[in-house]
């Protein structure tokens, strides 16, 4: 059974040192691309060591929509070599119209879990909606890629994977701008939707696309 236990907030990042109830390993879970028009919502889960901790933190590496691309990927190379275990998971534009944006941004962090080679006992989750499903213990950290070093990885391994995947999905369909806007409503994207209509991979849930 899912158990959603209280972590003490005593500094701006929560890391290890902050669970001693917990014996194990603990992932960060966040996902990007809510807000887009085009293409799925994509979630990753990154376990790192803690001796990863004092480098990344150099590096400033909360937030991931304030960096640039370049940094962004030259981070996501550095996080892959050192995390423990971290993976993608994803929900298709057609769940995302079945099911809604939020529950499916929770089935992408449920599979980026769920794919997990390393089971976590603790899995730290952006925002503050727990994971249905889930058979691990979490719990939820606001703005947690701005205060946890963990969450903050998934955030920018997220963030990459699927600005890679937009960019070459979106090379099919040119007229709307994708390799720049990265599937968001960008003027460009909007008046492109208005004269050529909606492709396969937009969400027709979404207003925009309902031209």
Not at 67 to 74: C, E, G, T
Not at 151 to 166: G, Q, T
């Amino acid at each position: 059974m899912t158990q959603t236990q209280l972590l003490p907030l005593t500094s701006m990042w929560l890391e290890l040192s902050d669970y001693s109830n917990f014996h194990g390993m603990v992932a960060g879970v966040d996902e990007v691309g809510r807000g887009c028009l085009f293409g799925p919502v994509v979630a990753a889960a990154v376990i790192l060591p803690e001796s990863a901790f004092s480098m990344l933190m150099g590096d400033k590496i909360n937030d991931s929509k304030k960096l640039s691309s370049s940094r962004r990927v030259k981070l996501a190379q550095q996080i892959a070599s050192l995390s423990i275990d971290w993976k993608i998971g994803y929900a298709t534009t057609a769940e995302i119209d079945k099911l809604n944006i939020l529950q499916a941004s929770l089935l992408a962090m449920k599979r980026a879990v769920d794919k997990l080679k390393i089971t976590p006992s603790l899995c730290l989750i952006d925002g503050n909606q727990l994971v249905p499903g889930l058979s691990r213990s979490q719990n939820t950290v606001i703005k947690g890629d701005e205060r946890s070093l963990n969450i903050a990885a998934a955030s920018i391994m997220a963030k990459v994977w699927r600005d890679d995947l937009i960019t070459r999905l979106g090379s099919k369909y040119p007229m709307y701008d994708i390799a720049n806007n990265k599937g968001y409503g960008s003027q460009k994207h909007l008046l492109a939707l208005q004269q050529y209509g909606p492709s396969p991979l937009h969400r027709l849930s979404f207003r925009p696309c309902q031209v």
